[in-house]
């Protein structure tokens, strides 16, 4: 804080400037306005800009997000409004604000850096610039980057299966303690229900696609289906906002750090959707996020589902898996696969998650296993096989769920 504004141009033309060595996370004339905030509001240091340190990095998905470096080390995440969030006409900044600022004691949520700031024009993309030609800012999230750290989609995807286990029963664990974390009366947030789940076309992002995209042509085809359509209407009527959620508690949302051989602590990030929910919602969409590298993988992931929900019940979690809810996030799975989908590959892309929603609304399968998973210790881990072959169907009589 308190820079001078002339160091501050220095500053950004070092950072930015064609020596730098700096990718641009869209243009050229874009990136200052990040670096700039940055230092003006104190997240970095001038005088480190000026000795060329910064570097930045794109690590968008569904919402603009940039990593910011020192050195070559982690030190912040500026996060704006994506193109869905803004065609929906949701204020998910706002909202995710609000989340990490009333979750900040839970310890399961990163820091924000900076209070509400504003962002030059410069940074935006044109189609999310605001439409009053006064406005010439943007907001943009804050926060810390939490190294060492790393997704639990990635702990699945390059680690021993010892750690797999461990760090995914951590993150049932950590869902549990969100979930329980204490709600403030008339403060609290109440989630939005997941737009799956609302009669309906679908939010206004997937309306806005082109006509017989392969994203719409999915949902189409899934509400045509009756059962699909019972079972999204059962969990629309059994819905209770009655805890904390996080409401799309993904690997990629769920951050892990080793503290100790085999044990872990978790954060979640992306929380726009955070607030009063129903908990089952998150855990069908742990174990969904899971399923999911079950299918694009072709690996039996069953010990580690089972260790997701062990960990779960061990902490005391409230959440209830339902069928229902398990059908409605396989649907949303299908869809968000097919939106990413090339349109020459989308039916073979696409229709294994299909499959599995099929397979659920039938009753032919859940990887849900009735047998506790032995907890794995740092003198003599679990031995986990992780086979490369889809999950083995289970009859309707060993789902553990209701017929």
């Given at each position: 804080?308190?820079t ?14 064609p ?22 509001a ?17 690590e ?26 803004a065609t ?5 900044l706002?909202?995710?604000?609000r989340?990490l600022?009333l ?8 820091m ?5 700031e504003l962002?030059?024009?410069e ?5 999310l ?24 989609y ?11 286990i ?32 609302a ?7 997937l ?11 999915v949902?189409?085809m ?13 969990a ?34 992306d ?5 009063l929910?129903?908990p ?27 260790s ?11 959440a ?8 409605a996030?396989a ?6 696969v ?16 299909l ?28 031995p ?5 072959a889809l ?13």
């Open positions: 804080m308190g001078s504004s002339g160091l501050v141009e220095r500053a950004v033309n070092c950072a930015v400037g020596d730098a060595g700096i990718r641009p996370f869209d243009e050229w004339d874009r990136l200052p306005g990040l670096v700039r905030q940055a230092v003006e104190g997240v970095l240091n001038a005088a480190t800009a000026l000795n060329g340190g910064i570097s930045v990095h794109d968008s998905r569904t919402h603009p997000v940039h990593r910011l470096d020192i050195d070559g080390t982690p030190v912040a995440y500026a996060k704006s409004r994506g193109w869905a969030a929906d006409g949701d204020d998910s706002a909202a995710e604000r989340a600022t979750l900040r004691r839970s310890g399961l949520v990163p924000e850096l900076v209070p509400m962002v030059p024009m940074l935006v993309p044109m189609e610039a605001p439409t009053q030609p006064e406005s010439h800012y943007v907001d943009v999230l804050w926060t810390q980057a939490l190294q060492p750290c790393e997704p639990i990635r702990v699945i995807s390059s680690s021993s299966p010892a750690r797999v461990t760090a995914v029963r951590a993150w049932g664990q950590a869902l549990a303690r969100l979930h329980r974390s204490p709600a403030e009366p008339d403060v609290t947030p109440t989630a939005a229900l997941p737009w799956v789940l009669a309906g076309d679908g939010p206004a992002h309306r806005a696609m082109v006509p017989r995209s392969a994203a719409l042509t949902w189409a899934l509400r045509e289906d009756r059962a699909v359509r019972a079972a999204l209407q059962g629309h009527e059994a819905w209770s906002a009655t805890h904390w959620t996080h409401g799309d508690a993904t690997s990629a949302n769920c951050l892990a750090r080793v503290t100790k051989p085999y044990q872990w602590r978790i954060w979640f990030v929380l726009e959707t955070a607030g929910g129903d089952g919602w998150d855990l069908a969409t742990a174990y969904e996020s899971l399923e999911f590298h079950a299918i694009s993988r072709r690996i039996d992931v069953r010990p580690v589902l089972t997701l929900l062990s960990g779960y019940r061990d902490a005391g979690g409230p209830r898996l339902t069928r229902n809810l398990l059908v996030r649907a949303l799975t299908a869809v968000q097919a939106s990413s989908a090339r349109t020459a590959s989308a039916q073979q892309t696409v229709g294994p998650f499959r599995r929603v099929a397979a659920l609304t039938d009753g032919q399968f859940s990887p849900i296993l009735s047998v506790p998973l032995p907890r794995p210790v740092a003198a003599k881990p679990h986990v096989l992780c086979r490369p999950p083995v169907p289970v009859r309707a009589a060993e789902l553990g769920l209701p017929a």
